[in-house]
T-cell receptor, first 114, second 115 residues
């Protein structure tokens, strides 16, 4: 079945450091890929998405490129802030079925220190 | 537009009891999905409802059930609660086209503690 693998962390960075969170996926078709973020005590917020190969999703300084050849969707940000501290989830929705539940990775906890 | 709302936000129950959680989707959204989040298993899909019909179901026992009303609001029910049902239950809504490109918008969740 479909699956998502991401580095589990925790990842601790200093403010203004470069962030990469790796995400790879396994799917039988051509999925859409998503990054969601969860702040403490809250639900999930969509951070960015990409729906086809070579698409780049971006939002709030975060970017991720859909790489079909390496089945990856790594999240990057050039300069993190303390306010970016949260748990980040990579997810996919399979393109072959009409009903598309999200399949999530385990999440990566990011702590940014001033 | 108002976001997805879930009630109650927190709930404490004892083993053997049953519980009902409620979700109101974003206005105009017709699909509601439910997910369970636990530290051990992560985020797992429970079921999805569209136009009052269950359209997809995850791998959970029959103790977990749900329904959707004509106004798209949804409820999920867990009967005969077990300690392992303690989790954050997240509801997500989407327009409901069935497209894999569709974004799901999540509510703040209901945190259930089973004692």
């Amino acid at each position: 079945g479909d699956s998502v693998t991401q580095m589990e962390g925790p990842v601790t960075l200093s403010e203004e450091a470069f962030l990469t969170i790796n995400c790879t996926y396994t799917a039988t078709g051509y999925p859409s890929l998503f990054w969601y973020v969860q702040y403490p005590g809250e639900g999930l917020q969509l951070l960015l998405k990409a729906t086809k190969a070579d698409d780049k999703g971006s939002n709030k300084g975060f970017e991720a490129t859909y790489r079909k050849e390496t089945t990856s969707f790594h999240l990057e940000k050039g300069s993190v802030q303390v306010s970016d501290s949260a748990v980040y989830f990579c997810a996919l929705a399979e393109g072959n079925s009409g009903n598309t539940p999200l399949v999530f990775g385990k999440g990566t906890r990011l702590s940014v220190i001033a | 537009k108002a976001g997805v709302t879930q009630t109650p936000r927190y709930l404490i129950k004892t083993r053997g009891q049953q519980v009902t959680l409620s979700c109101s989707p974003i206005s105009g959204h017709r699909s509601v999905s439910w997910y369970q989040q636990t530290p051990g298993q992560g985020l797992q899909f429970l079921f999805e409802y569209f136009s009052e019909t269950q359209r997809n179901k995850g791998n959970f026992p029959g103790r977990f059930s749900g329904r959707q009303f004509s106004n798209s609001r949804s409820e999920m029910n867990v009967s005969t609660l077990e300690l392992g049902d303690s989790a954050l239950y997240l509801c997500a809504s989407s327009p409901g086209t069935g497209s894999y490109q569709e974004t799901q918008y999540f509510g703040p969740g209901t945190r259930l503690l089973v004692l």
